[in-house]
């Protein structure tokens, strides 16, 4: 008996994963549902009493650094230049090869650092 049951979980499985081999990246192109916002205060209650409602632990959860690039990125009425030199330094993080981070790490020095200094030559000439 144990063994028809899991012929049929089996089967059940491998109906499913065919299933969804049919329907393309379903789940990917679902929009992030926020909750409503009269459950807002009782959730920031709840996080706040548990010490969960900080920058750092909102911020290093992938769902926390999408909705804070997104907000960076979209909403924000000031510019954030500095999330592309985050995101620019993130990858360079990750790269093994020396030369590779040689490259990228003069390529950031330029974008970013360099730049700066430039728009800002007066304040270092004096």
Known sequence: MAD?????????????????????????????????PSVRSVMIKYLEKTGELTFNKIFNQR???LLFKEYCLNVSTEQVPQFSFYEEIK???????????KKKGRE??????????????????K
């Open 4 to 36: 028809l049951e899991a012929v049929l979980a089996d089967v059940s499985y491998l109906m499913a994963m065919e299933k969804s081999k049919c329907t393309p990246a379903a789940r990917a192109s679902k929009k992030i549902a926020l909750p409503d």
């Open 108 to 125: 950031i020095y330029d974008q970013f650092i360099m730049r700066e200094l430039l728009a800002n030559s007066d304040l270092y000439s």
């Open 91 to 101: 990858k360079f993080e990750k790269l093994d090869s020396l030369e590779d981070r």
């Open 63 to 65: 769902l926390g650094y």
